[in-house]
């Protein structure tokens, strides 16, 4: 070994332990410093400390014995060589470039992987959430309100999800404005959903991605809801989309408040299953967002309207513009896009090839879906 | 002419065993002692649900984890969706339309357009375009400019295979002959024939469209003249 290992590495090395959750993590790293902690574990003493052994209860053995077992398998050294491939940093609670605003959260995370600049996070800061199966009124409205946002120099953060996130962070991408941040619930290795690998990309690329998973971790249902609590706590606003009565949102909403940040919830038909959730915030007293100003205004920022966001320049007029509008934002067979239009299979078929050269449509199994 | 309904249905290997006479117009048969070819020019005609609910149409009425949809869709593999000249996704239509729409064109009108275009075909010393060598395509079905830059672009951007050129280039032809429209192919008629070649396998390839997908395909390979 030319160089001693950083704190980070064991830090990221405890984190890959199983059964290792946040609040366990959290209270190893308080007992002893990273390196120490380390051994600690590795020899089956993790539990001797009393705090320790509190957040392992009600089997704090057995978990002591869980951990050294799998710590003899393990090794900070390798764990570190793949943080560094992976070009990811370890970020731990109370050091540097770790998010200032978790500081004094009632669950903080003590270590976050991350890609991309930590410095992003240091600005103001609107969180984007709502269901992956949401209605093309709120992928919609969803999008607007992510480039909105992000051009009038609003960090985006969202989960990465299908639905309501992906379309907010598409958004917030379509413009030159703030740098997207996106907290997701799987190692940073492991794009989940797979379909939105060129997303993950681009959000790294522009912005910041964080996971509190450690590289590898697959997207275990119990990771979102731990998730969730980070996102709200990175955001000063929530912004529900649309969320269906038994949403993922509800986790976010509920420790959104717990942390006193604000909710609000755009409005949806009463009739819409996934507008119930955001109805009935709204119905509780939430603040409605009608459009980016709303969201503006409750973080007292200038409420002049941010002029057109988009960046790029329309679809050319005629064919090409009328069919992108007949297209909208929900898929849509070719027939139907002809119906729509009442224009030739023809003129169709060359206004989609020109669009989808272009990068505003994109084609999956024979369904037409806007995508920019 | 041989038609499998459900195609999904079937276990890949199967459906891959069909790649190699779909190519050869030939099935060969190896023992021993002897190989024997068996003439098999034949045209494929295949049908399947887009999962195995079949109510992948209507929206969110998907009964089927998404993991089922990819497993079904998997069992056509590239290889041989990519030797299908025409992939068509049929939408459910809806009730107006079942209960009497518009009618459509008379059997015996697009018979007399497809006739027309055999005869064109046969001038070019094929029984049909399927048939033309990749040789004699800049011969028989030279692109406009503007229709080689969208096809090059799609080469590039790997949403078409060489194999897939080829086959666009002769179904773009067939479209402009039964347009009646000789010379070099239009940009439309490219455009027509990419149309007709829906992108099944990517439709499991992440973020669906919002609530279910392909209703239903029907696709029509290798079109092979029938024996």
């Known amino acids: 070994m030319s160089e001693p290992l950083p704190a980070e590495a064991f830090a990221a090395a405890l984190a890959g332990l199983p059964g290792m959750g946040p609040a366990r993590l959290r209270a190893v790293l308080a007992a002893w410093p990273a390196e120490e902690a380390w051994g600690r574990v590795a020899a089956g003493q993790a539990c001797e400390r009393a705090p320790v052994a509190l957040a392992c209860r009600p089997d704090a053995a057995g978990v002591a014995a869980l951990w050294r077992a799998a710590a003899r398998r393990a090794s900070p050294e390798r764990v570190w060589e793949g943080c560094v491939r992976a070009g990811v940093a370890v970020l731990l609670a109370g050091a540097g470039g770790f998010p200032g605003c978790l500081d004094d959260d009632p669950d903080p995370p003590a270590v976050l992987f991350s890609l991309g600049d930590p410095a992003v996070v240091e600005g103001r800061r609107v969180a984007i959430v709502g269901t992956r199966r949401c209605s093309r009124y709120g992928r919609e409205v969803a999008y607007e309100l992510g480039r909105d946002l992000a051009a009038a120099g609003v960090r985006v953060v969202s989960g990465l999800a299908l639905g309501i996130d ?23 290795d492991v794009v989940y959903p797979p379909g939105h690998a060129s997303l993950w990309a681009d959000v790294a690329r522009a912005g910041l991605l964080l996971s509190e998973a450690p ?18 706590g990175l955001a000063e606003v929530v912004v529900v989309v649309e969320s269906a009565e038994k949403g993922g949102s509800r986790h976010t909403v509920e420790a959104a408040m717990v942390r006193d940040r604000q909710v609000m919830a755009v409005p949806g038909s009463v009739r819409s299953p996934v507008s119930a959730y955001t109805n009935a915030l709204l119905a509780d007293g939430c603040h409605p967002v009608r459009d980016a100003v709303d969201v503006l205004v409750a973080l007292g920022l200038s409420t002049v309207p941010a002029a057109s966001a988009d960046q790029r320049p329309p679809p050319e007029p005629g064919d090409e513009a009328g069919v992108l509008e007949a297209l909208g934002w929900e898929p849509a067979a070719f027939e139907d896009l002809c119906a729509r239009t009442g224009r030739t299979p023809g003129q169709v078929s060359v206004a989609l090839a020109r669009l989808q050269h272009a990068g505003w449509v994109g084609e999956r199994g ?4 806007r995508i920019g | 002419m041989l038609f499998l309904d459900e195609m999904a249905e079937f276990p890949a290997t199967v459906l891959d065993a069909l790649r190699q006479p779909l190519e050869e117009g030939v099935v060969r048969v190896c023992r021993a002692r002897a190989s024997v070819a068996f003439p098999a020019r034949f045209l494929l005609v295949g049908a399947t649900n887009p999962c195995p609910c079949g109510e992948g149409g209507a929206e969110g009425a998907c009964r089927c984890p998404p993991g089922a949809r990819r497993r079904y869709l998997r069992r056509l593999s590239g290889p041989l969706l990519d030797r299908f000249d025409l992939r068509v996704v049929v939408t459910r239509p809806d009730a107006t339309e079942v209960l009497g729409g518009p009618p459509g064109e ?31 395509l800049d011969e028989v079905a030279p692109v406009v400019p503007g229709a080689a830059r969208l096809l090059e ?16 280039r002769r179904v773009a032809r067939t479209v402009a002959d039964l347009a009646g429209a000789p010379g070099a192919v239009s940009e439309e008629h490219v455009c027509l024939a990419l149309s007709l070649r829906a992108d099944l396998v990517a439709a499991d390839a992440g973020d669906p469209p919002s609530h279910a997908g392909v209703r239903g395909l029907v696709s029509v390979p290798g079109s092979r003249r029938p024996a």
């Open chain 2, 153 to 168: 672009y799609r080469l590039r951007a790997g949403l078409l295979s060489a194999r897939g050129l080829h086959r666009v």
């Open chain 1, 366 to 369: 024979g369904w037409w879906e």
């Open chain 1, 215 to 232: 590289l590898g971790a697959r997207p275990e249902p119990w990771r979102f809801p731990v998730r969730n609590r980070v996102l709200a």
């Open chain 2, 106 to 136: 008379g059997t015996a009108t697009v018979a007399a357009r497809v006739a027309g275009a055999r005869a064109l075909a046969r001038e070019r010393g094929v029984g049909c375009n399927a048939e033309v060598p990749a040789s004699r």
């Open chain 1, 166 to 188: 992906g379309a907010a962070h598409r958004g917030a991408l379509a413009t030159a404005g703030a740098p997207p941040v996106a907290v997701v619930g799987s190692g940073l």
